[in-house]
Structure formats: structure tokens, C-alpha cells
């Protein structure tokens, strides 16, 4: 290996990226579209969901009962039904995802018996909207019984003992106001290191058969190792670059925490980006048409990170049989890096099995890279 | 002029019958995806990993302790004995949640006062930590409604004491079992139709512009419309097809149901096919090479997916956003798919969604059209 073929073939290699701004321009602008539409769109909590409500009983109590949903910042009340039917319109086409019914005789049962029941119809389409949005529902009818407890009086006027005998004191660690956010923005840099890795690598080998170049290259002195050192460091740099980009923009412009050490994030970035591109280079030698080697590159890179990384779906909420295939997802380890180095502020040693699992990750692909690209022309 | 349309559409067909590859990427991975996505893509949270601290070590705090374990939402993996270990253990992600019982917790229940129980949430997962917590408040809720209403019988509560509670009646409709794979199942056979057919008709134009075919199909007598109408009618039934396959499988293996009615999804399918090979059009106008094409379709693709409400609420997005959203073809036809699969809704609710896919679609293949028209100049 010399050090000037290498060169050259790097500066070979820069140059077409260079010369190719759209693709440039695209690989740079992913981790702010990216960004930006996550950061702001990914909000799995609710606000403001639409509620309708049909009181059957129209009274103090229930206009109290119901002012309680509207005082709610999780709930706005869109629209107030006469029947039954309405509301069965109004969730059919999707113009309230929750419906409150308060029976005719609710004052009467509280009053009497103490116990009363409302009845809440969700939409569960959308089952996690769903799922909050009940939870939501209990947290605001549950204050509206405390409420009713602490001002009842018995039949002699008395005010009644309230009784709660316990109460949840909750803290939340690491991301104290449990901000959406916080949680997904970590993983995004992870899916933009793998989106630029496997759209960029994948290509670079086919398009020279594509092209007709690789003819030229062989006849050339440079030797295997230094065509895939040479071909993948401009990528290498643009990774990183993103990787900058995405910690600042996260941190400065979103205002998540970075409670780790910022070496400790570059190393792992550095550790992911070899995985990614030695993967996008091996596709990209042994599928010799662009769009199947960039079809294949983003399965097997893209996919894995979405979806088995835990970037946005819990892994160990996965049947036991996916959960398993995680472990062989590198990204996996790369996303729990990041979501420790932001949130909890671990160190290098906290990391080291996701490091080390990297490492070994790199490795390998490196060497099945390495190995991959003979220069003859079949 | 509709054999030379003809004569498109079969040399289409051929060169999709000689590319084993390309029918390949039509099949499986599509197929692949929506394994991946039924398995993996789930808010669902069960079996949540629990930490107890029990410093009381009373009936009351073992009851209470104890309806956590009898509940498949948690999963009691350590009983710790020191405030650290319950740090350890949700600092090394052992465990998502920590309920602690600090002493005099029976002592506070018994004289009829409050007691508290403490619960640490690990929020770096701010989906799961926020269900979780609501499990909790329900869990402690309900040990302290059957606590209370015990103390009142056994008369310990005072004389005058009286539980006065509004029950919530939770009803579920559409999805009762709260089913996670019946949100996303439909959600994927959408999203792949968009991206396969996107992709498919873009780098079918941009590689004939690459190799230099594009050339000879233009001195051939076929007019510019003919040639867009004879690229464009292969891609809409291999659309067509895809949905097909992909929709039957989904629905089999993970037996999700399909309520409504399957004309409206075909409507629905042929209105929501028109946006997406007008993208795929408009992006090979703009595009000269496969690469580029590939990654302008990925630069389109990921936000339309972000928007279109297949994962992360709308109406939880900032306002502006929400604008954003009525640009996205997919966010309408996620509406009829999931309208169609789960609620079973008709015409009736879904023209409005019908109504903006149709004018999405015929405004991008004017424009698409157009801009092709004047490419081939």
C-alpha cells in the first residue's frame, strides 16, 4: 500500500463527489430536513385531542364534570352532540378521537350512592394515541372525584372525611419532562449516519461498471486495499461532518441535552460509520447496478436502523425471536450510545460492551470488504 | 395513436420480464419490510423491567407491592435493598422503573393519613415511560380505592366518611383489544406502495435518459403524451399489484381485519397511485442520473413518510406542520386504508380524504407532465 495511490485515489473520489453538487448538497441538507421534520413532528404524546361530548343530563354537575376536559390541555371539546348517532358520525370520520358520555342520572348517583359512571369512547385506530389519551381521561376524572370527595357533605350538611390513602409521587430521570423529542433525536443521527452511508458507498463501485471505468481502474497500479481506503475516506468525512451537524443543530437549535463526553460521541460515530460503509462497499462490489446496489444498501442498512435499533420502537416490547435479531443489528448498539452519551451522560466505561460490540462489528466488515474487491474484470 | 401506447407498455412489461433483479426488488423486499415493521413497530408496553425498593416491609406495603406482579404490564427483575442498587439499576437500563416504599408507610395508612409511593421513571424513552407511569397511577389507584372503601367498612374511617367516585367506562372502538399491529399493518402497505412505485418510475426514466435510450424513443413517431401515458399505465397496475400483494399478505399472517368496503380502497388506491407517479415523474425531470434520482427520492420520500400520520400523531405536530401535512398524499390515503381495514367507514366520511388525493394527484402529473413534455425538447 502507498500512501500517494491512496491519496490519489481519495482525491479521485472527492473530486466526483465534488463534481456532482446535487448529490453533495443532498447528503449535506438530509440531517437538517431530517432534523427538523423529526424534531417537530415525532410527538407520540397528545395535545389538544379533539373530544366530543353528549351530556344526557345537563346539569351543574356534569357542565362542572365536562369544564374539567376543556380546562385540560390534552383535550379540546370540538363539538357537543344531541345523540348517539352523532357521535358515531363524529368518530367515523375522524373529527373527535374521544367521545364522553354522561348518563341522565349521574348527579342522582353520586348524590345517593356515591358512585357514578361516565362513559368514554376512543377511537383506537391509533392504539398508542389511544392508550395516553384513556390514561389522560382517568388522570382528569379521577381530580373531578377528589374534588367531589373533599366538598361532599353528608345528609346532615357535614363536610365527609376524604380519605386518598395513597399517593403516587413520581420523578422522572434523565428526561424530566418526558419531552418526545429528547428521545428521538439521539436516534436520528444514527438514521442519517446510515441513510448517507448506504446511499453514498453503495454507488461508488457500481457506477464505475456502469460507466465503463472500471476498466481504467484495474489497468491501474493501485491495489484493492487502497480503492476501498481511497473511495470510502471522502464519506468518511461527510459522516462526520453530518454527525457535527446533528449534535449541534440537536443540542443548540432543539435544546437537547448532551450530557456525555463529545470525544466519546465521535468515537462511536467514527465506529459506526466504518460498519456502514464497509457494508455500502461490499453491496456496492458485488451488485454491479446502481439502483440494485442502493435498493440493497438501504435494506440492509436503513431498515435495521429504523425499525431494530430501538431508535423509536422499544426493543424489548419485540416478540423474543425479533428481540434476538437485534443483537446482530449494529446500529442497536450505536443508538444505545447515543441515547446514554445525551440523556445519561455515561462514560466511555459505561459504553464499553456497545463499543466493543462495534469493534468487532467493524472488524469483520472490514475485512470481508477488504477481501471483496479482486481487480479482474468478470 | 393507442397502439403506440401499446407498444410503450409492452416494451415496458419486456424489460421488466428480463430484469430478474428488478422483479426480485418488487417482491421481496416489500415483503421483508412488512415482516420487519409488524414485528418491530409497536408503542405497545408490557412486561415493563421494574425495580422495588420495600423499606417498609409491611402487609400494606407487600399488597400493594404485589398487585404489580400480579399485572402483565410489569415485571418485577430485582428487589433492591439500598436507594443505590435502585439507582444502579435504572442507571444501567436494567430497569425502566422504581417503586419505592419508604418506612412508616403502613404506620401512615393505618392512622387513615396519606402514604406515599414513590415511583423513578427512566425517561429516556418518553413513550414508554409515560404510559408506564399512567399503569402505575392506576394500579396505586385502585390499592387505594379498595384500601379506602376497606377502611369505611370496618368503620375505621370515621363516622362520616363516605367514598364518593365518577367511574371512567373505557370503551375502545374500532380496535377493542387495543392492537397495535392493526395501526400499522394497513400503515405499511401504504407507505411501501409509495416508496416502491416512486422509486420504480423515476429510475425507470432516469435510466433511459442515462443510457441514452430516451433519444431513440423520441425520434420513434411516438408523441411526447403517448410516451408519458405508455410509461406511466405499467407503473400504475405493477401499483396496483404491489398493493395487492402486499395488503393480502400483511392481512394474513398478522390477521389484521378488513372491514369495509373493497372498492372504496381500489378508489382510494387509483386516486393515491395518480400523486405518486407524478412525484415519480417530476423527480426524473429534474434528475440526470440514477444516483441522483435515488437520493432526490429519498430526500421526498422520508418527510412525506414523517407527516403522513403513520407513526406519529398529527394532531400533536406543531401548527405549522400540520399545514405541511395537507400536502401529503400519504397522509390522506392512510386515512382510507386504515377507514377501509379497521373502522369499515364508507364514502360518506372518507371524501374529503378522496377529495384531496384526487386534486394532489391530478396537480403533480399536470406538472410532472408538463415538465417532461418540455424536457424531451
Known sequence: MKLTRLKAMAVKETLQVWRDPFSLLIALLMPFTQM????????????HLPVCVYDREASQDSQAFLKRFQASAYFDIVQVAGNYGEITTSLDRGKCELAIVIPPDFTE?????????????????????????????????????????????????????????????SRVWFNEALESRNFIIPGIVALIMALVGAQLTSLTISREWERGTMELLVSTPVSPMEVMLGKLAPYFVIGLLDAAFCLIFGVFWFGVPF?????????????????????GYLISVKIKSQVGAAQIGLLVTLLPTALLSGYAFPIDQMPPPVQAVTYLVFARYYVTALKALFLKGSGIFDLAPQLLAMVVYAAVVAFLAARAFRKNLD | MFDRIWCIVIKEFIELKRDKWQRFRLIVPPLVQMLVFGYAATFEVYHVSTVVLDRDQTQESRELLSRFTFTDRFRIVETASTDAQVARAIDRSDAAVALVIHPGFANLLRKGQTAPLQVIVDGTNSNTALIA???VN????????????????????????????????????????????????????????????????????????????????????????????????????????????????????????????????????????????????????????????????????????????????????????????????????????????????????????????????????????????????
Open chain 1, 36 to 47: 427538523f421534520l423529526l424534531g417537530y413532528g415525532f410527538n407520540l404524546d397528545i395535545k
Open chain 1, 109 to 169: 348517583r353520586l348524590n345517593d350512592i356515591g358512585v357514578s359512571s361516565v362513559q368514554a369512547i376512543v377511537d383506537a385506530t391509533d392504539t398508542n394515541t389511544a392508550n395516553i389519551a384513556m390514561g389522560y381521561a382517568q388522570a382528569v376524572v379521577g381530580g373531578f372525584s377528589t374534588d367531589a370527595q373533599i366538598s361532599a357533605t353528608d345528609s346532615k350538611g357535614r363536610p365527609l372525611q376524604f380519605i386518598q390513602p395513597v399517593d403516587m409521587e
Open chain 1, 259 to 279: 450530557r456525555g463526553a463529545v470525544s466519546t460521541f465521535f468515537v462511536a460515530t467514527a465506529l459506526f460509520l466504518v460498519v456502514v460503509l464497509g457494508i
Open chain 2, 133 to 135: 407511569l399512567g399503569y
Open chain 2, 138 to 377: 392506576l394500579i396505586a389507584g385502585q390499592y387505594s380505592a379498595d384500601y379506602a372503601a376497606d377502611l369505611v367498612r370496618r368503620g375505621l374511617a370515621g363516622a362520616n366518611a363516605k367514598p364518593v367516585t365518577v367511574n371512567l367506562e373505557t370503551r375502545p372502538w374500532y380496535n377493542p383489544d387495543l392492537n397495535g399491529r392493526w395501526f400499522f399493518v394497513p400503515g405499511v402497505v401504504g407507505t411501501l406502495t409509495l416508496v416502491v412505485v416512486v422509486n420504480l418510475t423515476a429510475s425507470a426514466i432516469v435510466r433511459e435518459r442515462e443510457i441514452g435510450t430516451l433519444e431513440q424513443l423520441m425520434v420513434s413517431p411516438i408523441r411526447p403524451f403517448e410516451l408519458i401515458l405508455g410509461k406511466t399505465v405499467p407503473f400504475f397496475l405493477i401499483g396496483l399489484a404491489e398493493v395487492a400483494l402486499v395488503a393480502a399478505f400483511g392481512t394474513a399472517w398478522f390477521q389484521v381485519p378488513f372491514v369495509g368496503d373493497p372498492l372504496i380502497l381500489l378508489l382510494g388506491t387509483v386516486l393515491f397511485l395518480f400523486s405518486t407517479l407524478g412525484l415519480g415523474i417530476l423527480i426524473s425531470t429534474v434528475c440526470k442520473t440514477q444516483q441522483q434520482a435515488f437520493a432526490s427520492n429519498f430526500f421526498v420520500l422520508n418527510p412525506m413518510f414523517t407527516l403522513s400520520g403513520f407513526a406519529f400523531p398529527i394532531s400533536s405536530m406543531p401548527v405549522v406542520l400540520q399545514w405541511l401535512t395537507y400536502l401529503d398524499p400519504l397522509r390522506y390515503y392512510l386515512v382510507v386504508i386504515r377507514g377501509t381495514f379497521i373502522k369499515g367507514v364508507g364514502l360518506d366520511a372518507l371524501w374529503p380524504d378522496m377529495l384531496g388525493m384526487a386534486a394532489l394527484g391530478i396537480g403533480l402529473l399536470g406538472i410532472s407532465i408538463l415538465r417532461f413534455r418540455k424536457s424531451l425538447d
